[in-house]
């Protein structure tokens, strides 16, 4: 599996919010494993986190805004579509007002400032959704439509139909996302007089010029109009090019407006917190649209999460049998609670239990209806972790591991005797100074039984 990635160092940028018209500063700074995308308000006491996460989008109109706590972040989009763009991870984006700076209304800006800062090859493993069906939403009232099909890796087809004469049906598509930069990463966005016209007249792209926004002219410019887009855009004169955009600006593309809206998708598409692999085909695409169906696919990938069982073969030899485990762990009978170990890894970790009738808990615990207590559970869970945790010193046997939290523990289903237990650790973060932190499962036929957060302290014995 390919590594996580993040910046080497941070770097900032300067401009204006497109729709604010305020003078932000927006910087880039490197983060932790499994960090994800989180924004940051400087501006704000306390420096409050808005993460990434399309569960906190409340608004797309012209743009996809979040809110956290009453604490929001407008128009994420072209800054997520560089971050993805460069396969980057984990990022800290620090803002010190609410909307990033719109630049030229594309993504490249953003790209160049992360490049100049470098990207780095992290520890642990990229988490990567792998599509195996088609997965689709469709909107009836406008009729967009975004489906995601298997792919061997992540591609973008954009297509749109505005229906009318000076931009018609346009497509756009991404073929692998090491040229996001050369093709798409400059497509700026665009707007319509008449969608212009009703922006100025609710206040909105107030930071806008004709550099950053393309305006495709679709309706007739009266003297009136003129004036108004005179003093908005603070130009003593304003005409419209044989092509039907105002003029001060050339396309980079014949089919920039579907490059742009290409560009969208993936920066909405990034709120699911999840690297795809596979095609999306985006019909009609716009931010309402790319968020539902981002929602969509963030519940499919949690639930997938929940259920990703361990797949092994019972008839391979372990890594790890019995002896070799209480070789590192204390425990003895009847408290070793995990009988072999099937996969370990720098970041994860697989044990297996067998829970037989001649457990001794089984004597006592609903002996009329025997079931393994969740605590001993969490403890065989634990105890798998443990080895994990262990494996990051030199002489494990040398060592303890005490439990120090126990977080989010949910019990889903009775395990009785005769189920096979198997149990999943993955490091949440980096072991630092003997703390280490781990999401854990519990699997009984293909089915999730019990989870947990694990925070353990690595001790060495006196």
Request: with cysteine; net charge negative; glycine share 6%.
């Amino acid at each position: 599996m390919a590594k996580q990635r993040t910046i080497s160092k941070e770097v900032s940028l300067q401009g204006v919010g497109l729709h604010t018209g305020n003078e932000v500063t927006l910087t880039f700074k490197p983060a932790q494993n499994n960090t994800g995308y989180c924004f940051v308000r400087t501006d704000i006491e306390g420096n409050p986190m808005v993460e990434a996460d399309v569960n906190y989008v409340v608004n797309t109109q012209r743009g996809t805004n979040l809110e956290k706590e009453g604490v929001t972040i407008q128009t994420s989009e072209h800054v997520l579509a560089a971050c993805v763009g460069l396969e980057i991870d984990n990022i800290i984006i620090e803002l010190d007002a609410a909307e990033p700076p719109i630049m030229d209304g594309s993504s490249k800006y953003f790209v160049k400032a992360l490049e100049e800062a470098g990207i780095e090859e992290q520890e642990c493993d990229r988490e990567e959704f792998v599509v195996t069906e088609v997965i689709r939403y469709h909107d009836e009232k406008s009729g967009s439509e975004i489906l995601v099909m298997p792919s061997d890796e992540y591609q973008v087809t954009a297509m749109v139909d505005f229906g009318t004469k000076v931009l018609g049906t346009q497509n756009a598509s991404l073929q692998k996302l090491s040229d996001f930069k050369s093709e798409i990463s400059n497509a700026r966005t665009f707007s319509f007089l008449h969608e212009l016209e009703t922006l100025l007249e609710h206040g909105l792209i107030k930071g806008g010029d004709l550099n950053n926004a393309i305006v495709y002219v679709d309706k007739e410019l009266s003297p009136e109009t003129m004036d108004k887009l005179r003093v908005a855009f603070k130009k003593d004169n304003i005409a419209v090019k044989p092509n039907g955009i105002l003029d001060n600006l050339t396309l980079h593309y014949p089919n920039e407006a579907a490059r742009h809206k290409l560009l969208d998708v993936i920066g909405d598409l990034a709120l699911i917190g999840t690297r795809i692999r596979g095609k999306v085909i985006a019909n009609k695409p716009g931010h309402y649209v790319n968020t539902q169906f981002a929602k969509k696919l963030s519940k499919i990938i949690k639930a997938e999460k929940r259920n990703n069982v361990p797949k092994y073969d019972l008839d391979k030899e372990p890594l790890m049998d019995i002896n070799e485990i209480m070789n590192i762990l204390p425990h003895r009978p009847p408290f070793i609670l995990v009988d072999k170990i099937i996969e370990l890894t720098s970041d994860t970790v697989v044990g297996v239990k067998n829970v037989t009738m001649n457990e001794p808990f089984f004597v006592g615990h609903f002996p009329g209806k025997p079931v393994m207590p969740g605590v001993l559970q969490v403890e065989a869970m634990a105890q798998t972790g443990g080895i994990l945790a262990l494996k990051s010193v030199p002489d494990p046997e040398n060592y303890l591991t005490f439990f120090m939290k126990i977080d989010n523990v949910k019990f889903k289903r009775q395990v009785v005797p005769g189920d096979t237990l198997v149990f999943k650790l993955e490091l949440l973060s980096p072991i630092r100074r003997g703390i280490c932190q781990m999401q854990g499962y519990a699997y009984v036929n293909g089915k999730l039984v019990t989870e947990a957060i694990l925070m353990a302290q690595i001790v060495k014995q006196k």
